[in-house]
């Protein structure tokens, strides 16, 4: 039994290792117009090179979710910041788009483990309260997520080059390994033989696939939107760099506010529920911002997204009781499938239909995860918990 104080240690570094991750995945964006005026590339190479991050991902959450069943979570965050590290320097220093590819997957395979090891550490220290310690977390997330294109936004006023913001990551990718690497994770209830051939047998049973579509369909919106919305304001609202990133930090800040409300909504009206009205919500919301010349719309999008990956991940956990790290990385596997999609479908759609055709894919993608959870919550009425 973990004491308070290591408990709040531990909990300090799962929130530590959020505000990183929203960081770090989201100095995309802002950089993305620099770097594709420098490489001198369309968009489909721009997603190209945005796809090697979310194969990475997809890769180490399904890893992960198996060595964290075998040997703990400290090996998983810890490997996560090593690989951060080793990616980021890459991506800061390469100047092919093969090798800036290369980079982006070796920072997926960390965003993934840290995906999955807060996760499931958060969920084994807070068994009665994890839905709203899953979104406090997420708050921290949404915080980074705010700070990364006001960060950049300001490093390049002052001429500081792109490949220059990135390299700034480094310094708290190093004290979030140290801060791993000396701290006790709690062990897991069972140190399981699993392996590749059970997957099939222990994660897609009962109602998984709907929770694993549900999150798919999210995360390619959120990821699909938040990576191309500069362009996006840039290109087909005429804003400035300023103007855009700011638009970019607001989407972010919302969504941090709705996940540090989220956690009591979502104990007041249920999982499932409270994920089903926010997604419909956040659909239209987009709608709006896209059809008509209220931009505004889509940064208030993120309010409505912000419960939404912590609140099925509360559910998840909730009615799997076995193998669980397994399970939560097979749920992030597909949340990695949905990194990947979301923005290489607003790429190719745009280098083929026009911009303003490819950023609304973003909307076809959330009422698609409201389609979905729409089926789990009907189907959750009428069939028990594992």
């Keep these: 039994m973990q004491n308070k104080t290591i408990t709040l240690f531990l909990t300090a570094v799962c929130f530590f290792a959020f505000f990183l991750f929203g960081v770090t995945d989201n100095l995309k964006g802002p950089t993305l117009p620099f770097m594709l005026e420098e490489l001198k590339i369309d968009y489909v190479m721009g997603g190209n090179i945005f796809f090697g991050e979310y194969l990475g991902f997809l890769i180490a959450t399904l890893i992960t979710g198996i060595l964290a069943d075998r040997y703990g ?26 090798l ?9 395979m960390g965003l993934g483990a840290f995906e999955l090891g807060p996760n499931a550490v958060i969920v084994s220290l807070y068994h009665e309260q994890k839905g709203l310690y899953l979104n406090l977390m997420a708050v921290m997330h949404g915080l980074g997520s705010m700070l990364a294109p006001i960060f950049a ?6 001429g500081i080059t792109w490949r220059a913001v990135y390299r700034w990551d480094l310094v708290p990718i190093l004290i979030l390994i140290l801060g791993a690497f000396l701290l006790r994770f709690p062990k897991s209830d069972e140190r399981s033989a699993l392996d590749f051939r059970a997957i099939p047998k222990v994660a897609f049973k009962h109602r998984l696939p709907l929770y694993y579509a549900a999150m798919l ?3 390619a919106a959120e990821i699909g939107l938040a990576s191309w919305m500069v362009v996006y304001l840039q290109q087909e609202r005429n804003m400035d760099a300023a103007a855009s990133n700011n638009q970019l930090a607001l989407f972010f800040g919302l969504l941090m506010l709705g996940r540090l409300l989220g956690g009591f909504i979502v104990k007041r009206f249920g999982y499932l529920r409270s994920t089903l009205i926010a997604s419909l ?5 987009l709608s709006i911002g896209i059809f008509t010349n209220l931009s505004i719309f889509i940064s208030l999008t993120g309010f409505f997204f912000s419960i939404i990956f912590p609140t099925l991940t509360a559910s998840v956990s909730d009615s799997e009781h076995e193998n669980i790290n397994t399970v939560l990385g097979v ?13 290489w479908l607003v790429a190719w759609s745009s280098d083929r239909f026009g911009l303003q055709t490819g950023f609304s894919a973003a909307i076809l993608l959330s009422l698609l995860t409201f389609l979905f959870i729409l089926i789990l919550n009907q189907r959750s009425r009428h069939e028990p918990d594992s």
């Design 100 to 108: 800036l590819a290369l980079s982006l997957f070796i920072v997926g």
């Design 73 to 98: 979570l400290k090996l998983v965050i810890v490997l996560a910041g090593l690989f951060l590290a080793i990616g980021v320097g890459g991506y800061s220093t390469f100047t092919t788009p093969a």
């Design 281 to 285: 919500l956040a659909a239209l919301s």
């Design 217 to 219: 369909f999210y995360v």
């Design 153 to 158: 936004s300001l490093l390049f006023s002052i």
């Design 331 to 343: 749920l992030f596997t597909f949340s990695g499938l949905g990194g990947m999609f979301g923005p």
